[in-house]
């Protein structure tokens, strides 16, 4: 079984803050796959980055960064300097090392960057 | 940069009317997968198709639904009786296989609207 959560419905912060979305995940595979993606107000899915379980190195791209952490379970996923184009449903999505690679995807959290 | 493509973005059908709804997933791709999310809610797996064949399907996807690959480009999902409640986006993506677990990488969607 697995099993994402995203604990964070809905964040508000004002521009130039720092905002963290925490993601949680269940598995018993060893090798798993994480996964970010940004759902703007237009809709689309829009793939943000992957981690593999068997590496735990964060990642920084732009103001975007990631902690992954295995002893815990979290893939987060940080904003530095919000800004309002940012606002968007973040999802955390897991696939496990077998079967057929699904990914399966929390409930999402709505950040909202007021100007 | 190739995309896949959902046509329409948008459709409306009367309860009771199949409705088809169609996908250009990437050329190289061999995983092709179908989600769906109602308004406001999470984006759920409804079937994973690969070797021109069904691997996996969620129990979403009963007998009303159907997915074909009918001439090596396109990728189909269809509803043969439409209900209200399969209003909802629905989601192509696909991905390339092989080293591990690739990124699904996710069309605009097509929202679907039963009246």
């Known amino acids: 079984a697995q099993k994402v959560t995203q604990a964070q419905t809905e964040i508000s912060v004002v521009e130039k803050e720092d905002v963290t979305l925490d993601c949680v995940y269940e598995?018993?595979?060893?090798?798993?796959?994480l996964f970010w993606y940004k759902q703007p107000p237009s809709g689309e899915l829009v793939f943000l980055i992957r981690?593999?379980?068997?590496?735990?190195q964060n990642e920084i791209s732009g103001r975007y960064s990631w902690n992954f952490q295995k002893s815990t379970s979290s893939f987060n996923f940080t904003i530095t300097a919000s800004q309002v184009v940012d606002s968007a449903v973040y999802f955390c999505a897991l696939s496990e090392g077998g079967g057929s690679y699904i990914p399966t995807f929390g409930r999402g959290t709505s950040l909202i960057v007021h100007p | 940069e190739p995309e896949v493509t959902q046509t329409p973005s948008h459709q409306v059908t009367q309860m009771g009317q199949e409705v088809i709804l169609r996908c250009v997933p990437i050329s190289n791709h061999l995983y092709f997968y179908w989600y769906r999310q109602i308004l406001g809610q999470k984006v759920e797996f409804l079937v994973s198709f690969y070797n021109n064949e069904i691997s996996e399907k969620s129990e979403i996807f009963d007998d009303q639904f159907s997915v074909e690959r009918p001439d090596g480009s396109n990728f189909t999902l269809k509803i043969r009786s439409t209900k209200l409640e399969d209003s909802a986006m629905y989601f192509c993506a696909s991905r390339v296989p092989g080293q591990g677990h690739t990124e699904a990488f996710f069309g605009q969607g097509t929202r679907l609207t039963v009246v």
């Open positions: 981690r593999n379980s068997f590496d735990e």
């Open positions: 598995t018993r595979d060893t090798t798993y796959y």
